[in-house]
């Protein structure tokens, strides 16, 4: 049974800090591509970050600079660093993993709001 379990979401101020994890189980995680995907109210999902088998990282325009995406194979488990946090960061985050077109599995998500 595949599961993808996210936490570290809550509330902080803007300019705060988070940082969210995911841990994997039922996956030969370290040959999945990992990501975060982000979905505010109303809108559709989206992605912020994603971390190749190899390491390689891509970012969302709105997050470069401020968000890390890290990931511990021996852990499985994939990180999302959020520094600088601003309002419009606010959404449900999901962590994704993916292993070419065949396997596409989906977290719960979790909460971050960024609000004063």
């Known amino acids: 049974q595949v599961q993808l379990v996210e936490s570290g979401g809550g509330l902080v101020q803007p300019g705060g800090s988070l940082r969210l994890s995911c841990a994997a189980s039922g996956i030969a995680f370290s040959i999945y591509a990992m990501g975060w995907y982000w979905q505010a109210p109303g809108k559709q999902r989206e992605l912020v970050a994603t971390i190749t088998s190899g390491g390689s990282t891509t970012y969302a325009d709105s997050v470069k600079g401020r968000f890390t995406i890290s990931r511990d194979n021996a852990k499985k488990t994939v990180y999302l660093q959020m520094n600088s946090l601003k309002l419009e960061d606010t959404a449900v985050y999901y962590c994704?993993?993916?292993?070419?077109?065949?396997?596409?599995?989906w977290g719960q998500g979790t909460q971050v709001t960024v609000s004063s």
């Open positions: 994704n993993g993916r292993l070419g077109t065949a396997f596409n599995h």
